[in-house]
């Protein structure tokens, strides 16, 4: 059974400041890894979707890589902001079972 | 732009009423989903749909039931609401393994 995991469950910084988030899987067996974002008592805002045979996707000021064979991705947000304060979850499309499993994300906190 | 809608933002039952939550999609999309988010336990799949009049149970498909007589439409139907279906719902749509679209959410509140 895939397991999606985001660690730390949150993260404050200053503003300026570069970042990463992390994030691992246990099945390597997938179609894509999916970033989002999601801000409080909203829905999920998708980021960046990294196919399997990628290494890496870029949109403004994020880049996220993917390291299949390791289980691992990050999502590189340069100079950060405080309006990227929100919580950012990675999410999984598992050949065997078709669907996307989730991490419980990242909630993070960009101080001015 | 794709836009995902739900029926409702809010919404108040009480326990043992039957509750429908409604999805629309715009983009023609195939794949529908229906998801809670729950502090600590973040997203988990109840239900998700491939086709019209098909369905398939998700992670947690018990007290729950869905509906899709449209391909633009999946009805999430709680059968008898309980106070551990308080919870926010979250709808979404894809075509194939593509990003999934999600709506605004609704949060209900079963008392």
């Known amino acids: 059974k895939q397991e999606v995991t985001q660690i730390p469950a949150a993260l404050s910084v200053p503003e300026g400041e570069n970042l990463v988030l992390n994030c691992s899987f246990t099945?390597?067996?997938?179609?894509?890894l999916q970033w989002f974002r999601q801000d409080p008592g909203k829905g999920l805002t998708s980021l960046l979707l990294?196919?399997?045979?990628?290494r890496e996707q870029t949109s403004g000021r994020l880049n996220a890589s993917l390291d299949k064979s390791s289980g691992r991705s990050t999502l590189y947000i340069a100079a950060s902001q405080p309006g990227d304060s929100a919580t950012y979850l990675c999410?999984?499309?598992?050949?065997?079972?078709?669907?996307?499993?989730f991490g419980k994300g990242i909630t993070l906190s960009v101080r001015p | 732009d794709v836009k995902v809608t739900q029926s409702s933002r809010y919404l108040v039952k009480r326990t043992g009423e039957k509750v429908f939550l409604e999805c629309v999609q715009d983009?023609?999309?195939?794949?529908m989903f229906w998801y809670r988010q729950d502090p600590g336990l973040g997203l988990r799949l109840i239900y998700f749909?491939?086709?019209?009049?098909?369905?398939e149970k998700g992670d947690i498909p018990e007290g729950y039931s869905v509906s899709r007589e449209k391909k633009e439409r999946f009805s999430l139907i709680l059968e008898s609401a309980s106070t551990n279906q308080t919870s926010m719902y979250l709808c979404?749509?894809?075509?194939?393994?593509?990003?999934?679209?999600f709506g605004p959410g609704t949060r209900l509140t079963v008392l």
């Open positions: 999410a999984v499309y598992t050949g065997a079972n078709s669907k996307l499993t």
């Open positions: 983009m023609d999309h195939e794949n």
């Open positions: 979404a749509s894809s075509q194939g393994t593509d990003t999934q679209y």
């Open positions: 099945d390597s067996a997938i179609y894509n």
């Open positions: 990294i196919q399997s045979s990628q």
């Open positions: 749909s491939y086709d019209v009049k098909m369905k």
